[in-house]
Nanobody
Framework: QVQLVESGGGLVQAGGSLRLSCAAS????????MGWFRQAPGKEREFVAA????????YYAGSVKGRFTISRDNAKLTVYLQMNSLKPEDTAVYYC????????????WGQGTQVTVSS
């Protein structure tokens, strides 16, 4: 069973940076894609970024491209989301997710970590 544990959220001023971590366990992840999603109060959960564990291909939402960077550490089975130039509208609960590459849906989710950006 896949387990995903996020950490690294917190309170930061606008323009600041945070790095989120997602520790994965329970599977061999070479054929998985890992993602970050976020959900702000009163809004639907939205895609932020994803990375293919095998070849490292990355994907970003337009709203974070150029500010956020997703990466992975194969040895630590950890996925990171480096968030720079944070804006108040980035405030949300951030979730780590996983799915097999050819799956249609994201099947595994972490518990979420709160990111709050003050203006």
């Amino acid at each position: 069973q896949v387990q995903l544990v996020e950490s690294g959220g917190g309170l930061v001023q606008a323009g600041g940076s945070l790095r989120l971590s997602c520790a994965a366990s329970g599977r061999t992840f070479s054929s998985y894609r890992m993602g970050w999603f976020r959900q702000a109060p009163g809004k639907e959960r939205e895609f932020v970024a994803a990375i293919s564990w095998g070849d490292g291909s990355t994907y970003y939402a337009g709203s974070v491209k150029g500010r956020f960077t997703i990466s992975r550490d194969n040895a630590k089975l950890t996925v990171y989301l480096q968030m720079n130039s944070l804006k108040p509208e980035d405030t949300a609960v951030y979730y780590c997710a996983a799915r097999i590459l050819d799956a249609r849906k994201w099947t595994d989710w972490g518990q979420g970590t709160q990111v709050t950006v003050s203006s």
